[in-house]
């Protein structure tokens, strides 16, 4: 497929995969899609922690339409295999899936040169693995020898390697919020002048700098549940509900810093910080704010929501029960759920269109089809805004004592960033 209907194919599919992904988020933040060079050739480059996830925000909201590399036992899988044509995917065979085939990645090395070499963009993950770790994994060597070997055969391509950080909130939760940050494209001809072997392994490293640049990372989850409740702490929000993802990330790498060579300067406050941000993380997480329903200010046309409800209770169901009830790691259940949304939701509001049609008439069953989708997202939006008054009503500070901790940890925090200025080179961009 080339031409007309090959753009018109990649216009659909972004189109899709952004509904799917706005439905699944309630927040898809984007910074930096300024830097995307457009109109001439990339290899994106991206970390790989959210699985299907990652792909679809690549596909729906970078501005371009890059071929991925997928595994090659996705596609015999009944579900991915029809998503992997749709996109135009090309397989990798991983030598722990397939020793006897890695031959074949010849043949998709080969299509992604020529994808490049027409002007075109082409996506891959190059840790090889989606994973659920706090912390990025060893690169394989496939972007780079790539972007070598496509500039190698054609000399003057103004090939570009374009890295970019996704940061979820809570990857694996519904209506949760995920952030797209594009970092600085990298020019890889600057490495054609090292023997090739040399070559690969300095632009291999040259883009973990930059994907670092764009990612968060962490030793632990313990550690990372502590910055991150330290960095909303200092945003003015110890929820962190309030507070935009692109400044969170901002925050926790700079805290991430302070968390790792504080501990080797002053291990003494080092341990006190820790134990009162483990008080104040109890505290927080024990609260649960209470309130009663109430349509009054919630979304426009609220009192659509109980009917929305109704519509679309048996499809939320099925979705839930099969991200929670599949065997699968942390990092599949945005998958599960992306996908049997996809399924459960068209197939329940046909259902219901087709059994009211058949009893109140063909214009019924229509209406129904329409309002099923309609009203289910006034619901989503209507709750959403109940959920938000009620924790603006409570406040993210539910005791005495937790206040007294947020205020205590401010004021550490800012003379951390007075007396230790080399912890962190963020500064001006942490007061926003």
């Not at 595994?71 to 899936?97: C, E, G, N, S």
């Not at 972007?147 to 570009?160: G, I, K, Q």
């Not at 940050?181 to 023997?195: N, S, Y």
């Not at 509900?241 to 810093?257: C, E, H, I, N, T």
Request: proline share 8%; with cysteine.
């Amino acid at each position: 497929m080339s031409g007309a209907p090959s753009r018109l194919l990649d216009r659909c599919v972004a189109a899709l995969a952004r509904l799917l992904l706005r439905a699944f988020f309630r927040q898809v933040e984007l910074i930096g899609l300024e830097r995307v060079p457009l109109g001439q050739p990339l290899l994106v480059v991206a970390a790989h922690v959210n699985s299907v996830a990652d792909p679809l925000l690549l596909l729906a909201f970078l501005g371009v339409r890059p071929r991925m590399l997928a595994k090659h036992t996705l596609f015999r899988h009944p579900v991915m295999a029809p998503l992997l044509w749709l996109i135009r995917a090309l397989p990798v065979y991983r030598r722990q899936d397939a020793p006897a085939q890695m031959a074949r990645n010849f043949k998709s090395f080969g299509a992604c040169v020529r994808v490049l070499a027409d002007g075109g963009a082409v996506a891959l993950f190059p840790e090889g693995v989606s994973h659920d770790d706090p912390h990025p994994r060893p690169l394989k060597t496939g972007a780079a020898r790539l972007a070598l070997e496509a500039l190698r055969r054609h000399p003057t391509l103004p090939l570009r390697i374009l890295p970019v950080g996704l940061v979820y909130e809570q990857k694996g939760r519904f209506r949760s919020r995920v952030l797209l940050e594009v970092g600085a494209p990298l020019d890889p001809h600057d490495f054609l002048a090292a023997p090739n072997p040399a070559a690969v392994r300095a632009l291999t490293a040259r883009i973990r700098v930059e994907l670092d640049a764009v990612g968060v990372a962490f030793g632990t989850w313990d550690e990372a549940r502590l910055v991150a409740r330290a960095a909303a702490v200092f945003a003015g929000d110890p929820s962190g509900a309030s507070v935009p993802l692109s400044r969170q990330a901002s925050l926790w790498r700079w805290f991430g810093r302070v968390h790792g060579q504080l501990e080797q300067r002053d291990p003494r406050r080092f341990a006190d910080l820790v134990a009162r941000l483990e008080r104040l993380d109890a505290h927080l997480s024990s609260a649960r704010p209470a309130g009663t329903w109430s349509t009054h200010g919630a979304a426009p046309f609220a009192w659509l929501a109980p009917v929305g409800w109704i519509l679309n209770y048996l499809p939320y169901q099925l979705v839930g029960a099969l991200a929670r009830g599949l065997p699968q790691a942390p990092n599949d259940r945005a998958t599960f759920a992306l996908l049997g949304g996809l399924l459960f939701f068209p197939l329940s509001w046909a259902a219901q269109a087709v059994l009211i049609g058949a009893f109140a008439g063909a214009w019924a069953g229509l209406a129904v089809a329409f309002a099923a989708p309609l009203f289910g997202w006034v619901a989503l939006v209507a709750l959403e805004r109940r959920e938000g008054q009620v924790h603006s009503r409570v406040g993210p500070v539910a005791t005495p004592e937790a206040a007294a901790i947020v205020g205590q940890l401010r004021d550490e925090f800012e003379q951390l960033m007075a007396k230790e200025p080399d912890l962190g080179d963020e500064r001006g961009d942490l007061h926003r």
